[in-house]
């Protein structure tokens, strides 16, 4: 059933605009005998104006604006609540229609200013160091839902990048993430580069390898482990889909100077910070076009979990790079409002 199939005015079934491609706003406008300009002039208001209510959508008719209204509604929220970091990072939270909130993250950096945005109210994957997986899965967001996060954003006006890092697996909502990319990138949508976005997986392959065809913003993966035993571990998404799988499917892939790829790891104490993963994870990815970033652990609450002294994370990139890998440390932020990497979670909200 397409997006705009129960929208016919006698049923007055209420549809939400925001987050719509521009095919679904032509079927919409077709479904209700407007001109088949009219859906540019709608995407127009939507993602470039950014109104809040049919209302406002100056150039249709007042007519028009009324039988818009009987069956839809923009379907724009504003944050529930903010928590600001010492170090300048803020943590947003907004309401989810699958029921519930999320949590975006906003990060200055200088000419730079990055949201970290989410795609799922909770997160199906179970990491064992990830406060997203200890929530478990309460639902899928939509499009509008994912857009949201960056039109409601108060600093929305100073974005330069926006990654999919936030709450859930990107390639466990892959329509609807796939759908917000169209819309964050096309021309009649927000316009923006597709250099300015990464998404980031735990190593779903089919939604990787759509995700590789359809678009050409920036893949992080996370990996955390070279070995397959030890990842499984960590990261129950490994028995469905091996990390050497994963980098196997992703070399039969072009990555250059438009479409990056990288891989995240988490340094943790005597779990996988020893010369053996350092060159285990060299072998892995020898010849692929990548970066590694070199992520410190965030310590949450009950959790077995150290990360690694910072002398040996050090060595851990020293190592790395001596075998022609390019290796960074990130730089953590917000952890002070848990809203650094593996710490964004709803369960302690008192508004859900």
């Not at 705009?4 to 987050?19: K, M, N, Q, T, Y």
């Not at 129950?236 to 091996?242: A, E, F, I, N, R």
């Not at 053996?276 to 965030?298: E, S, V």
């Amino acid at each position: 059933m397409s997006q705009v199939d129960s929208v016919c005015p006698a049923r007055r079934e209420v549809v939400r605009l925001f987050g719509m491609r521009l095919e679904a706003l032509q079927e919409l406008s077709d479904s209700l005998h407007f001109p088949r300009y009219a859906a540019m002039q709608m995407a127009e208001w939507l993602y470039h104006r950014k109104v809040a209510s049919t209302d406002d959508m100056l150039n249709l008719s007042k007519v028009r604006r009324a039988q818009l209204q009987e069956v839809a509604e923009v379907g724009v929220a504003a944050p529930a609540d903010v928590q600001v970091s010492a170090d300048g990072a803020r943590k947003y939270l907004f309401p989810a229609s699958p029921g519930g909130f999320v949590e975006t993250v906003f990060i200055p950096d200088g000419e730079r200013a990055t949201a970290c945005i989410s795609s799922q109210v909770g997160c199906r994957m179970g990491c064992a160091f990830c406060m997203t997986g200890r929530q478990r899965f309460t639902g899928n967001l939509s499009s509008g839902d994912i857009l949201n996060q960056l039109r409601s954003l108060p600093e929305y006006e100073a974005l330069t990048n926006v990654v999919y890092m936030g709450m859930g697996e990107p390639f466990d909502n892959l329509d609807a993430v796939l759908e917000s990319i169209e819309v964050l990138t096309a021309p009649w949508g927000f316009g923006m580069a597709a250099r300015r976005i990464t998404v980031s997986t735990a190593g779903v392959i089919p939604g990787m390898e759509e995700f590789l065809r359809r678009t050409r913003c920036h893949l992080a993966v996370s990996l955390h482990n070279p070995f397959d035993n030890e990842r499984a571990a960590m990261m129950p998404v490994q028995h469905k889909y091996p990390i050497s799988e994963v980098v196997r499917t992703l070399r039969r892939y072009d990555f250059s100077d438009y479409r990056r790829l990288s891989f995240e790891y988490i340094v943790f104490d005597g779990l996988n910070d020893t010369p053996r993963h350092a060159d285990a994870l060299a072998a892995l990815l020898k010849g692929l076009p990548c970066r590694i970033n070199l992520i410190r652990f965030h310590a949450i609450e009950g959790s077995a979990f150290r990360g690694a002294p910072e002398e040996r994370m050090l060595d851990f990139q020293r190592r790395l790079q001596s075998h022609g890998l390019q290796v960074t440390i990130r730089h953590s932020r917000g952890e002070d409002i848990m809203a650094a990497c593996g710490m964004l979670s709803t369960l302690k909200n008192n508004v859900q």
